[in-house]
T-cell receptor
Framework: ETGVTQSPTHLIKTRGQQVTLRCSSQ?????VSWYQQALGQGPQFIFQ???????GRGNFPPRFSGLQFPNYSSELNVNALELDDSALYLC????????????FGPGTRLTVT | DAKTTQPNSMESNEEEPVHLPCNHS???????IHWYRQLPSQGPEYVIH???SNVNNRMASLAIAEDRKSSTLILHRATLRDAAVYYC?????????????FGKGTKLSVKP
C-alpha cells in the first residue's frame, strides 16, 4: 500500500510568483485536505476536497486554490506569493470526510524570498 | 470546534511510561478526542481517538475522564523514537467538514 506522497520536497520562489504543489493520496482514499504549518506552530487547515469538489475551507484568501483529479490526487495553487506564505505545506488523505484517521504526507517546504 | 489545552513540553526517560494530559472543558457531546503526533521533519501521524470509553491500540492508550473534560494519552514504554510533538484535537463528526484544528501541542523529549 503506497502512502501519501508530495512533490516537490523543497521549493524556493520569489514574492509575487505563483506555485503549484502536488499530492498523491493513499490508495482507496477519496478525500484530500491541505494544511499550512508555519515554523513552531501546529498545522492550519486550508481546504478539503472530496470526490473532486471543495468541501470546506479555512481562513485563507482566494489566492489559495486547489483541484482534485479523478484519481483523487490533488494540487494546491498559491498566486501572488507573499513572504508569509513561507511554510511547510502538508496534505492528508482519508477514506471519506468523516473518516477517523487522516494520513499525512511528508510535506513541501516552501520558501518565499 | 472546542479548544484544547496542553502543556508546552514534557520530558520522559526511555522505557518509562509517559502520561500526556489534555484539557477540553468545553467539549460537546459529538466531539471525538483525537491524538496525532509529529516527529521531526515529518508530517503528523495518527495515534488514537475515542469518544467516551478508554481506547487501546498498538501505539498507545487513551484514558478519557468520566465527564469528558480531560483526557490522557499514555505511552506505556517511551522510546527515543517517541520524541515528537503530540497534538490533542477535538473533532465534531456531526458536521460535514473533516478538517482537524491543531493547537501548538506538547513537545515530548525522551532521555536515554
Amino acid at each position: 500500500e503506497t502512502g501519501v506522497t508530495q512533490s516537490p520536497t523543497h521549493l524556493i520562489k520569489t514574492r509575487g510568483q505563483q506555485v503549484t504543489l502536488r499530492c498523491s493520496s493513499q490508495s482507496g482514499h477519496n478525500t484530500v485536505s491541505w494544511y499550512q504549518q508555519a515554523l513552531g506552530q501546529g498545522p492550519q487547515f486550508i481546504f478539503q476536497y472530496y470526490r473532486e469538489e471543495e468541501n470546506g475551507r479555512g481562513n485563507f484568501p482566494p489566492r489559495f486554490s486547489g483541484l482534485q483529479f479523478p484519481n483523487y490526487s490533488s494540487e494546491l495553487n498559491v498566486n501572488a506569493l507573499e513572504l508569509d506564505d513561507s511554510a511547510l505545506y502538508l496534505c492528508a488523505s482519508s477514506s471519506g470526510v468523516a473518516a477517523g484517521e487522516q494520513y499525512f504526507g511528508p510535506g513541501t517546504r516552501l520558501t518565499v524570498t | 470546534d472546542a479548544k484544547t489545552t496542553q502543556p508546552n513540553s514534557m520530558e520522559s526517560n526511555e522505557e518509562e511510561p509517559v502520561h500526556l494530559p489534555c484539557n477540553h472543558s468545553t467539549i460537546s457531546g459529538t466531539d471525538y478526542i483525537h491524538w496525532y503526533r509529529q516527529l521531526p521533519s515529518q508530517g503528523p501521524e495518527y495515534v488514537i481517538h475515542g469518544l467516551t470509553s478508554n481506547v487501546n491500540n498498538r501505539m498507545a492508550s487513551l484514558a478519557i475522564a468520566e465527564d469528558r473534560k480531560s483526557s490522557t494519552l499514555i505511552l506505556h514504554r517511551a522510546t527515543l523514537r517517541d520524541a515528537a510533538v503530540y497534538y490533542c484535537i477535538l473533532r465534531d463528526y456531526g458536521g460535514s467538514q473533516g478538517n482537524l484544528i491543531f493547537g501548538k501541542g506538547t513537545k515530548l523529549s525522551v532521555k536515554p
